[in-house]
Every structure is written in structure tokens, then in C-alpha cells.
């Protein structure tokens, strides 16, 4: 499994889980970034209540102070 997540906060849960289930993590590659067209550093924003929703580059719903700096890549640099 192979999985991408640029939020820092959805990054800590999921490597935790992660390192609970060893089974899991013989075959899971987690990367700490989101995926583009091309490098760069993007502001991220999540919603508060709910931190499933976030947007990278612009609050659509998501609270629009404080975002977080996240590296954006594209696919082809990350796995080749």
C-alpha cells in the first residue's frame, strides 16, 4: 500500500496506526506530502471540526486562518 497524506495532523493518526499493526506496516509506504503537476510548497487548510476536510491552496469551507505549509509533488519524482 502506498498512501499520501500532507496534513500533519491526518499524518500523525495514520502512522500511529501504522506502527500498532506491524502486520500492516511490512507492507505500507506512507509519504508526508500531497501529490501535483508540479514541486512546490502550498498552503493547507482544514475545516475544525472536521479534519477530513482539507483543501490545499484556498479555504473553500475549510477555516481560512492559520493554514499549513505542505510540499506538493508530482507522482513521477516521489516514485522514481
Do not use: H, I, M
Request: net charge neutral.
Amino acid at each position: 500500500v502506498v498512501a499520501f497524506e500532507p496534513s500533519p495532523r491526518n499524518l500523525f493518526f495514520l502512522s500511529k496506526s501504522a506502527l500498532l499493526n506491524p502486520e500492516l506496516n511490512r507492507n505500507f509506504t506512507l509519504y508526508p506530502l500531497a501529490l501535483g503537476a508540479e514541486s512546490a510548497a502550498v498552503p493547507l487548510f482544514t475545516e475544525r471540526s472536521n479534519l477530513a476536510n482539507s483543501v490545499l491552496g484556498f479555504p473553500t469551507r475549510a477555516d481560512p486562518k492559520n493554514p499549513v505549509n505542505v510540499r506538493v509533488a508530482p507522482l513521477d519524482d516521489v516514485l522514481w
